[in-house]
């Protein structure tokens, strides 16, 4: 084995002091008397970068050497949070470099607060990709994350006077000590222009794409640890011009014009599109899912033949996991790759090809399902258009040898002629791959009956569901050490590895020594948080009322304002005097809305118009608050998870794919308010009914409620409460006395309620009387809290990925002897 001993980069106290302070000094030239808390925060980040890097760079040896199958997982998005806390806990030195620091005066919390994160996704999606890099690298499999290295992520969230503001995300600002440049590791990525048919002197009909730009793609490294593993990479590519293409000879004497072209190139890994479940058909957002992707398969495709492997083998070497659509024009591109350039017959690439691909599908929303029209993606791509043509035609020869109707062919076709001609993404993912699967049960449930019903008559057995989970190191271990602890001290660590030994938990749900002691950890961590709010947002909240808290991105699907109606009636029921049964309370929320979302922003101005109007009333104050926390993010949410008492999972079902914040609050010992939507309905079969506060129509209700025509209306008229909290968003009582501001939410609950608030809204209230009742016998609460977490052990991304290993890789870890 090449590269650093193992004396470089030991593990003890004096070791991880010695390389901080090389680091301050020779890679910063600071002394410790002079130094700013980020030059702390690198140093400390540098020196354990190279422990990490010395593990990495064994599994990497180990991975070629034992040439094993290995998985590639295509993302547009990640959101790998803070490293620096997360990779101490992995290398087993949280306490050593606690000591290190300390002896030199130094706080390692001070330290752990300094970092920022990279902000490149928008939510759930690219949470998920992080969690299972977590995972894939604490298994040992064999595997490579692929991304973009967008320069500014998603925007940073202000609210100013009640109103969501965005500025941009600079994260690599301040340096990125995590990454390293791979200058020699780069690709070039075409565009535009036009394709040139002809068949050459051994009669192989050949195709030319004569690009009009290229651009060149440069990885960037990131080491992802993994729990006392050796880790592996993710790697974004950063666009910048080609070289030859810019400084050219003939380009010379025009420099300025070689440099704005290079600006131009530099435009496609600028910044991360701020939607979520919403697409927008943007030409860069599609130049930047080529970029990528093509960058990606040049990749592996590198990888795999370098050891002389042959390229009518890739399948063999890599699983190729699509996370939702983005990255999907991965199945033409590949096609392309082992046709055009490495002249392999169609069907032979195509048998690699569909062996190769596996697509996980997030979302059924129908305004988030990606279709790009054919005229940009014939500009952009005209060779992968051609391509998709042609696997399309002969599919839907296919289909026509079946039998299949007119209608059905249409139907299924990965072009959509109705209105403007587009192709459908999630059909040639699903056309291209072998495996297809969903988030959840229900969710994959939904995805076989609804949105893809026709692939899955005809290939039944390519569909499959894989559940989500969450890294619950970083989710539980990390950010709630107190719990973590407390949970270690009485069943050893085990679970850290093997989440369902919290199973062992159950026999102390009762006893009630260890009840207080997980209600004074709960207390610390809500007493922590509740410092955090009062710097963030001023209001001073008390620790000891329920924590009722709805953290996700803001959309009407997940209906933040159903909360918030409920909000409404409490306060309207307290200035009324009618205060019996009320558990003092305050609500938490945060989350981002897309910035051209106009009616998400408008709920965020509603809970800002109601926290103000509560948070000011002394009559109502001593009984609820009301928070909005701005700019909500992977760091801020690894404190507010621990501190909450109740978890608001609340969409209107068959929405939700799964949600992976439900799963986060109920592992902090959260029980959860929610609807029978995504995951919510395995983690209430796991935790037990009685231990989850259920309420609304199911998915089927909901969709016979839709059929049988539903009139919001009519429960507005009929229902007195319903009434009251509607006509209060109107009355002049929020916002300073403007009674028009809230109009258009107004008319929308009341016109077409598209998610069903009002029908759901007397069984949500219904059921905060239950969580009322039940948070008054706090011994109650703590067992039902104790149960939760004991009962969890699904929901760990390590699960997920060993199920996506058994049921659609078919790849082993890799064992790594040191
Ligand atoms: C084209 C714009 C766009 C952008 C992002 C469309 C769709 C997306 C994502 C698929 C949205 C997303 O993050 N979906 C979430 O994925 C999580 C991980 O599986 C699930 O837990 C959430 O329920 C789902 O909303």
């Known amino acids: 084995s090449i590269g650093a001993g193992a004396s470089d980069v030991g593990l003890s106290k004096e070791d991880i002091k010695k390389a901080f302070l090389h680091k301050l000094f020779y890679h910063l030239g600071r002394v410790p008397a002079l130094t700013t808390p980020n030059d702390l925060y690198t140093a400390m980040a540098l020196t354990i970068r190279d422990r990490a890097l010395r593990k990495f760079v064994r599994s990497i040896e180990e991975f070629t050497q034992q040439d094993a199958r290995g998985v590639a997982y295509l993302s547009a998005e990640y959101l790998p949070g803070p490293h620096l806390g997360n990779n101490l806990l992995n290398l087993h030195i949280v306490e050593e470099t606690k000591e290190a620091l300390a002896e030199l005066d130094l706080d390692l919390d001070e330290i752990l607060d300094q970092e920022g994160e990279p902000g490149l996704g928008n939510g759930g999606l690219g949470r998920l990709a992080s969690c299972f890099m977590d995972s894939l690298a604490t298994l040992g499999i064999p595997s490579i994350g692929y991304g973009i290295r967008y320069e500014f992520g998603i925007f940073k969230q202000e609210i100013k006077e009640g109103w969501q503001m965005e500025t941009t995300d600079k994260w690599l600002h301040s340096g990125n000590p995590w990454e390293i440049v791979r200058p020699e590791i780069s690709y070039v990525v075409k565009f535009g222009g036009r394709t040139e048919h002809r068949t050459n002197g051994q009669n192989r009909y050949e195709v030319d794409w004569l690009p009009d730009s290229e651009i060149k793609g440069t990885a960037y490294d990131t ?95 890599f699983a190729i996991q699509l996370n939702d659509t983005h990255p999907s024009i991965a199945v033409a591109e590949l096609m392309r790759l082992l046709v055009d350039e490495h002249e392999i017959e169609w069907d032979e690439a195509w048998d690699i090809t569909r062996q190769t691909f596996a697509y996980t599908n997030h979302t059924l929303l129908p305004e988030a399902l990606e279709k790009w029209t054919v005229s ?102 990390v950010s709630n050490p107190g719990l973590a602890n407390l949970i270690s001290e009485k069943i050893g660590f085990g679970w850290l590895t093997n989440l369902s030994s919290l199973s062992e938990l159950e026999k102390f749900a009762k006893d009630e020594k260890f009840q207080q002691r997980w209600r004074d950890v709960k207390l610390q961590n809500k007493t922590a948080l509740t410092r955090f709010i009062e710097e963030q947002t001023g209001v001073k909240v008390d620790p000891d009322m329920l924590f009722d808290v709805q953290v996700k991105r803001i959309h009407e699907y997940k209906r933040q304002h159903l909360m918030v109606l409920h909000i409404i009636d409490l306060y309207l029921r307290i200035k009324d005097g009618k205060t ?79 949600g992976t914040g439900n799963m986060k609050f109920a592992l902090n010992g959260a029980l959860t308010i929610g609807t029978l939507d995504g995951a919510n309905v395995e983690i209430r079969e796991e935790v037990g009914d009685e231990n989850f506060f259920l309420f609304g129509q199911t998915t089927e209700e909901i969709q016979q409620t839709r059929r049988e025509g539903y009139r919001p209306y009519q429960y507005y008229e009929e229902n007195e409460k319903i009434k009251r909290v509607l006509d209060f968003l109107v009355s002049g009582e929020l916002a300073n006395g403007d009674k028009d501001l809230f109009k258009p939410l107004y008319h929308n609950l009341l016109q077409q309620d598209p998610y069903q608030l009002l029908k759901d809204f007397d069984s949500y209230c219904a059921k905060k009387e239950e969580v009322f009742k039940v948070w008054n016998d706090q011994e109650e609460w703590t067992k039902k809290s104790i149960l939760n977490v004991a009962r969890m052990g699904k929901f760990s991304s390590d699960r997920s990925i060993q199920d996506y290993c058994d049921r659609i890789w078919q790849v082993k870890p890799v064992k790594i002897q040191e």
């Open 580 to 658: 019996e049964n009320i558990a003092p309370s305050t609500f938490i929320f945060a989350g981002k809305a897309a910035p051209g979302y106009f009616l998400a922003k408008l709920i965020i101005r509603l809970i800002t118009a109601v926290a103000d109007l509560v948070n000011d009333d002394e009559e109502v104050n001593k009984l609820i608050k009301v928070v909005f926390l701005p700019n909500f993010n992977v760091k801020q949410a690894q404190r507010v998870y621990p501190a909450a008492d109740l978890s608001e999972q609340i969409s209107m079902a068959g929405k939700e794919a799964s």
């Open 223 to 317: 080491p992802i640890l993994g729990y006392q593993s050796n880790g592996i990479i993710m790697r974004l590519w950063k666009a910048e011009a080609v070289e030859s293409f810019d400084f050219s000879v003939y380009n010379i004497g025009d420099y300025y014009r070689a440099v704005e072209k290079k600006l131009r190139s530099e435009n496609i890994t600028k910044v991360l599109y701020p939607n979520d479940e919403n697409l927008s058909g943007k030409e860069l957002r599609l130049k930047q899912q080529y970029f990528f992707v093509s960058c990606s398969l040049q990749d592996m495709i590198r990888l795999h033949t370098m050891q002389g492997r042959k390229l009518k083998k890739f399948h063999e070497k």
């Open 376 to 477: 940009l993606l014939g500009r952009i791509l005209p060779r992968h258009l051609e391509i998709i043509y042609e696997i399309n035609s002969r599919f839907l020869e296919e289909l026509r040898d079946k039998g299949y109707s007119g209608d059905q062919i249409a139907r299924m076709s990965l072009i959509d002629e109705q209105g403007e001609p587009s192709v459908r993404m999630a059909h040639l993912a699903t056309v291209g791959s072998f495996k297809v699967n969903g988030v959840s049960e229900l969710h994959s449930r939904l995805l076989k009956s609804q949105v893809l019903n026709d692939f899955a008559d005809l290939w039944p057995g390519k569909f499959t569901n894989v559940t989500n989970g969450v890294a619950h190191r970083r989710f539980v271990a």
